[in-house]
């Protein structure tokens, strides 16, 4: 199956996209992981249009979208597509209560975040899922280590309250695509010191997702419950030197 996507002002322009491709990488990191995957189409799916790419990857056995803010993911549910979607990306006073209602999952890095989320919660009747995202080395987003206390005991008020469900915990991996993966091992200790101080506080997430799509492949120890797989599903080489069988699309 292909799709073909054309500027509208440059008629010579236009891009062939095998969405079958894309539903064979899905499937490659289903088997090869042996856990759940969620297929990253944040940018408009990489520019490979952000629902084709989700139809595809769904059929291929992904279990998750993810992407970066609450257009993207709004519009996938205006596109009819109901499976779980997280968001991650959000200015500062961010309007929840449309993505809530919409079933969407909301990362939160902060107490701030988590007040918003659980205010919309209350306004809209309905129970936030969300994930708490740490920061354990990489320096893109997330609560740091020494934040993660006040963050765990929030969350765990807010969860008792029933106004937040805490449904994941996760973080970015620095290096995993590197031959060394340097500092990688040191990133897992950190998520596991992480792990136990949430558990003190009372919160058991049933889903907890650090790797991409190298540390996916290279990487047992970072599986864990979820698979975020951005470029891999996209046929670019995520360990570059090997060959994972992924097809361009």
């Not at 856990?35 to 990857?57: C, E, L, P, Q, Y």
């Amino acid at each position: 199956m292909t799709d073909t996507i054309s500027r509208p002002m440059d008629t010579m322009a236009e891009a062939v996209v095998d969405l079958d491709a894309i539903a064979h990488n899905a499937r490659t990191f289903v088997e090869r992981t042996g856990s759940d995957v969620m297929a990253i189409v944040k940018a408009n799916g990489f520019g490979h249009g952000a629902t084709r790419a989700a139809r595809a990857a769904l059929a291929g056995g992904a279990t998750w979208l993810g992407v970066a803010g609450a257009t993207e993911a709004l519009a996938l549910r205006a596109d009819g597509i109901t499976a779980p979607v997280l968001i991650w990306m959000y200015p500062p006073g961010q309007a929840f209560e449309k993505v809530l209602l919409a079933g969407i999952d909301v990362s939160v890095a902060t107490v701030e975040a988590l007040d918003a989320v659980a205010e919309a919660a209350r306004a809209t009747l309905t129970v936030a899922n969300v994930h708490l995202k740490l920061d354990t080395g990489m320096s893109r987003g997330g609560a740091l280590s020494d934040d993660w206390p006040a963050l765990f005991e929030r969350a765990s008020a807010l969860h008792r309250e029933g106004a937040v469900h805490v449904r994941g915990i996760w973080s970015h991996l620095a290096s995993a695509e590197e031959p060394d993966m340097h500092g990688l091992p040191e990133q897992l200790d950190s998520f596991d010191v992480a792990r136990r101080l949430a558990a003190d506080a009372g919160l058991e997430p049933e889903i907890v997702h650090v790797a991409n799509s190298a540390a996916a492949l290279r990487v047992p120890r970072s599986r864990f419950d979820l698979q975020r797989v951005g470029i891999g599903l996209y046929g670019v080489e995520p360990v570059p030197g090997r060959s994972t069988g992924c097809a361009p699309p």
